[in-house]
């Protein structure tokens, strides 16, 4: 009688070590994160009405109008009393030459006339001077430089990677060296129609009416006459904003700044700190903290100013990239993202 019970046993055992073996090959690989806990600083998607996108880059003014005036002919310079710093009138007589030769042509040619209001911003010569003729002999001084200032014109020159985003109803801000602490606001007056070969960008230009409010407003009454005949493309300057009650820019030709772009603002869209992205293999990442692990996630990034960044998500569905806004409870490294790896161990510390 026992040794039956025994057999009966021993064939029980014998039945059950398939049935356990094919449940504990059945049963999933529990892993864990590999490697040492990294701590890291994290952050947040934020949104707010202060958030947006931007581009600054030098910004020079420059001359409305800007001619440099020569003799036609050779002779002595007999007439010029104009200095720098005097104010001309279009069709003003500024020099005359008094030709080697008494043609009367040859003195008609020798008389130098302002092409339009302005003023004196290099003189070479008094009279006197034995003047050549800059048609035979190359490398003459012009006698006079003269300058339109009453309007000045600020250009910048945009990367590629924001043409898209620029338009004439942009916003716009000056910041002079010059003029510490002072930020003038406009619109461009006009945009280059391709990108310079030589470095990618496009210029921007705006024109700026360079007096005070009453003198803006007679300048309006005074090219209103001549339908702006005397403006480039016909098109006004803009006056800035930013300025004192009853003052004027008063730009000088030549200042040196920078002018940043409002290219987009993001009201209620979550925008991160573009040090949070992430490249690999060319291709913008983020990690994010998914308990206690980092993962390494792609994006698609919007804009990107190198201070602020919009992005999404790309999440894959049936084989097709889908962009996926980001969430303002999910948790993403800011720093020491060079140490990690998808599925590293990460314990953040919120950023401040």
């Given at each position: 009688?026992l040794n039956r019970?025994?057999?009966?046993w021993a064939?029980?055992?014998l039945a059950?070590?398939?049935v356990?073996a094919r449940?504990?090959?059945q049963a999933?690989p529990v892993t864990?994160?590999?490697g040492?806990?990294?701590r890291v600083?994290?952050?947040r998607?934020?949104?707010?009405?202060?958030?947006?996108?931007?581009?600054?880059q030098?910004?020079?003014?420059a001359?409305?109008?800007?001619?440099?005036l020569?003799?036609?002919?050779a002779?002595?310079l007999?007439?010029?009393?104009?200095?720098?710093?005097?104010?001309?009138?279009?069709g003003?007589r500024?020099?005359e030459?008094?030709p080697?030769?008494s043609?009367r042509?040859?003195?008609?040619r020798?008389?130098?006339?302002?092409?339009?209001?302005g003023?004196i911003?290099?003189?070479?010569?008094?009279?006197g001077t034995f003047?050549?003729n800059p048609a035979i002999?190359?490398?003459v001084?012009p006698?006079l430089?003269v300058?339109?200032?009453?309007?000045?014109?600020?250009s910048?020159?945009?990367?590629?990677a924001y043409v898209a985003q620029v338009?004439k109803d942009?916003?716009?801000?000056?910041?002079l060296d010059a003029?510490?602490?002072k930020?003038?606001?406009?619109?461009p007056t006009r945009?280059a129609p391709?990108l310079?070969?030589?470095?990618?960008?496009l210029?921007v230009?705006?024109?700026?009416?360079?007096?005070?409010?009453?003198?803006?407003?007679?300048?309006?009454e005074?090219?209103k006459l001549?339908?702006?005949a005397?403006l480039?493309g016909r098109?006004?300057p803009?006056?800035p904003?930013?300025?004192?009650?009853g003052a004027a820019?008063?730009?000088?030709?030549?200042?040196y700044?920078?002018?940043?772009?409002?290219?987009?603002?993001?009201?209620?869209?979550?925008?991160?700190?573009s040090?949070?992205?992430?490249?690999?293999?060319?291709?913008?990442?983020?990690f994010r903290?998914?308990?206690?692990?980092?993962r390494?996630k792609?994006?698609a990034?919007?804009?990107d100013?190198?201070?602020l960044a919009?992005?999404?998500?790309?999440?894959k569905d049936?084989?097709?990239?889908?962009r996926r806004?980001?969430?303002?409870d999910e948790e993403l490294?800011?720093?020491?993202?060079?140490?990690?790896e998808d599925?590293s161990?990460?314990?953040g510390t919120?950023?401040?």
């Open positions: 009688m019970l025994r057999f009966c064939l029980t055992l059950g070590m398939p356990l449940v504990q090959a999933p864990q994160p590999a040492p806990e990294i600083k994290t952050i998607p934020k949104t707010g009405t202060d958030l947006e996108v931007t581009v600054e030098p910004a020079e003014v001359p409305y109008y800007r001619v440099e020569q003799s036609q002919v002779g002595t007999k007439f010029l009393e104009k200095d720098i710093g005097d104010k001309v009138a279009a003003e500024l020099a030459i008094e080697i030769d043609l042509e040859n003195k008609a020798g008389v130098v006339m302002a092409p339009f209001d003023v911003a290099r003189r070479s010569a008094d009279p003047v050549a002999v190359p490398g001084r006698l430089v300058e339109r200032t009453d309007i000045v014109t600020v910048m020159r945009v990367p590629e338009g942009t916003e716009a801000e000056l910041r003029m510490p602490g930020v003038l606001r406009f619109k945009l391709s310079d070969p030589a470095d990618r960008t210029r230009e705006v024109d700026l009416f360079n007096g005070t409010v009453e003198e803006h407003r007679q300048f309006l005074k090219v001549n339908r702006n005397d480039k098109a006004l803009e006056f904003k930013g300025l004192e009650t820019a008063r730009l000088l030709p030549g200042m700044g920078k002018m940043r772009l409002r290219l987009k603002r993001f009201q209620n869209a979550p925008v991160i700190p040090s949070a992205i992430v490249r690999r293999g060319g291709l913008p990442y983020l903290v998914e308990a206690g692990v980092a390494l792609p994006i990034v919007e804009l100013d190198g201070l919009r992005v999404f998500w790309l999440d049936a084989g097709r990239d889908v806004e980001l969430s303002r490294v800011l720093t020491n993202q060079g140490e990690l599925g161990r990460v314990r919120p950023a401040e």
